[in-house]
C-alpha cells in the first residue's frame, strides 16, 4: 500500500477514534440529581466544592453529570458527593443512635458527624450531620469508606460551618 492511500484511510480512521473516544468519557460519567438547596445552603456548598481534594482515596476527581458545584465525583465506578441535600429522615430516628436499626449507624471520622446507611447495592451513603448544609456522600461497596471519609474531612470542616442545616 503506498503511503498516499495509508493516509487517506488513516486520517478518516483516525478521526472517528477521537470521535468515539470523546463520546465514551461523558457517557462514563455517572448521572446524579443536583439538589435543590436554599441560597444559604447553595453559597456554603460552592465553598466546598472549592476546597475539595483532587483526589479522594487514590482516586481522581471526575464529576458526575449535569455539572454543578453542588455535585463532585472521583474514580470509576464514582464516590459521589451530594451538597444540599434534605435531611434523611433517619437521621431523626429514635432507633439509630440506640443501635437498633442495623442499616444506619452514626459515626465520627476525623471531626466530622456522619450518618452511615447501608444501600441495596451495597453501596454506604454518608450524611454529614450537624454542619451548616448536609452534604451526602455515596460510596461503592468495594471501596474503603473510612479512606473515603477522612480525605473528605478537612474541606468539610472549613467550609461547613457547626450548626443545624437549613
Given at each position: 500500500m503506498n503511503g498516499s492511500r495509508l493516509r487517506r484511510f488513516s486520517l478518516p480512521l483516525l478521526a472517528a477514534l477521537l470521535t468515539a473516544v470523546g463520546c465514551s468519557s461523558s457517557e462514563d460519567s455517572a448521572a446524579v440529581t443536583v439538589p435543590?438547596?436554599?441560597?444559604?445552603?447553595?453559597?456554603?456548598?460552592?465553598?466546598?466544592?472549592k476546597a475539595l481534594p483532587r483526589t479522594v482515596d487514590g482516586l481522581a476527581r471526575q464529576d458526575?453529570?449535569?455539572?454543578?458545584a453542588l455535585t463532585a465525583g472521583w474514580g470509576r465506578p464514582e464516590v459521589i458527593l451530594r451538597c444540599g441535600v434534605p435531611q434523611?429522615?433517619?437521621?431523626i430516628d429514635p432507633d439509630v443512635p440506640q443501635g437498633k436499626d442495623a442499616d444506619a449507624v452514626p459515626g465520627?471520622?476525623?471531626?466530622?458527624?456522619?450518618?452511615?446507611?447501608?444501600?441495596?447495592?451495597?453501596?454506604?451513603?454518608f450524611t454529614t450531620a450537624n454542619r451548616g448544609a448536609y452534604v451526602e456522600i455515596r460510596v461503592p461497596g468495594d471501596r474503603d469508606s473510612s479512606a473515603v471519609l477522612v480525605d473528605l474531612a478537612a474541606a468539610i470542616k472549613k467550609t461547613m460551618p457547626i450548626g443545624i442545616a437549613d
Open positions: 435543590s438547596p436554599t441560597s444559604a445552603v447553595a453559597k456554603l456548598c460552592r465553598n466546598l466544592d458526575p453529570a449535569p455539572a454543578s434523611p429522615p433517619k437521621m465520627d471520622v476525623n471531626g466530622v458527624d456522619w450518618l452511615m446507611e447501608k444501600q441495596g447495592d451495597s453501596a454506604h451513603l
